[in-house]
């Protein structure tokens, strides 16, 4: 069975994040034109460095972002008997079976949070990125140990 990235994953880096980013940098730009300063200003040379630091962050995040998109048009994820196959940009990576050290699920019983994959390796894969976890979820249950669930 194949799985995308989750539109909800596109729209939360798309519009969610840089909307809070450019908040938080108006809300410190008018905390800054309200700050008391003396004649040699030492605090507007520091709300000016530090405004200009806030602004390379916003500018990173948009590029990210595009980055993100590009990438979560192409990637697919794939699960097949002989383990988790990932698609991406031409090339497909497999993780076999034997790989998966461990699976954290969390959430209650009618929805999943997160779904969570460790590898013997220490890699992470965040499976809740995807879109249709109960079907992921139970995907992944037809492959996977039950005393792999944690």
Do not use: C
Not at 39 to 46: G, S, T, V, W
Not at 111 to 120: A, P, S, V
């Amino acid at each position: 069975m194949e799985f995308m990235i989750s539109e909800k994953e596109i729209f939360r880096r798309k519009y969610i994040v840089p909307t809070i980013i450019l908040l938080t940098l108006a809300l410190y730009l008018i905390l800054a034109i309200y700050i008391p300063t003396n004649k040699e200003r030492p605090i507007i040379k520091i709300v000016f460095i530090v405004f200009v630091i806030a602004l390379i962050v916003v500018f990173v995040n948009i590029y990210t972002t595009k980055q993100f998109i590009k990438f979560a048009k192409k990637h697919k994820l794939q699960i097949t008997p002989k383990g988790l196959n990932f698609y991406n940009d031409k090339i497909w990576t497999l993780i076999s079976w034997n790989e998966v050290k461990k699976i954290k699920l969390k959430g209650n019983k009618s929805t999943i949070k997160k779904l969570l994959l460790f590898t013997k390796s220490s890699e992470l894969i965040i499976l809740s990125k995807y879109n249709s976890l109960e079907n992921l979820n139970s995907e992944l249950h037809k492959y996977l140990d039950s005393d792999l669930w944690k």
